[in-house]
């Protein structure tokens, strides 16, 4: 029987724990591609083509479910003509997509 005992102390979850950390990462990731994506018009087709990728590759990163990496990043911001700003934390608005300077 899964629960707890009226005497045991449910664990807190904490901030700090390594996998959310990755899931939030993950959603700011692809929220930022969907955003960066969208704005430019662009369909997944259109954007799995110029960055040599699948469109489930598009999709999966979209839904977070792929961890932004250093050489991943590089290569959509180049397919989306754009550069990768990211601040502190690991929220939705903590990764995104910034026109190149003198674009709109």
């Known amino acids: 029987m899964a629960g707890y005992h009226t005497r045991w102390v449910r664990p807190e979850a904490t901030a700090e724990d390594p996998e959310r950390i990755a899931i939030r990462e993950a959603l700011a990731f692809g929220k930022a591609l969907y955003d960066r994506r969208t704005a430019l018009g662009l369909s997944v087709a259109q954007l799995a083509e110029r960055a040599g ?7 999966c990163i979209e839904e977070g479910g792929t961890a932004p990496t250093a050489p991943l990043l590089r290569l959509l911001a180049a397919a989306l003509d754009a550069d990768v700003r990211l601040t502190p934390g690991q929220d939705v608005r903590s990764l995104w997509f910034e026109a190149h300077a003198g674009e709109l």
């Open 53 to 59: 990728m699948t469109e489930d590759d598009i999709e």
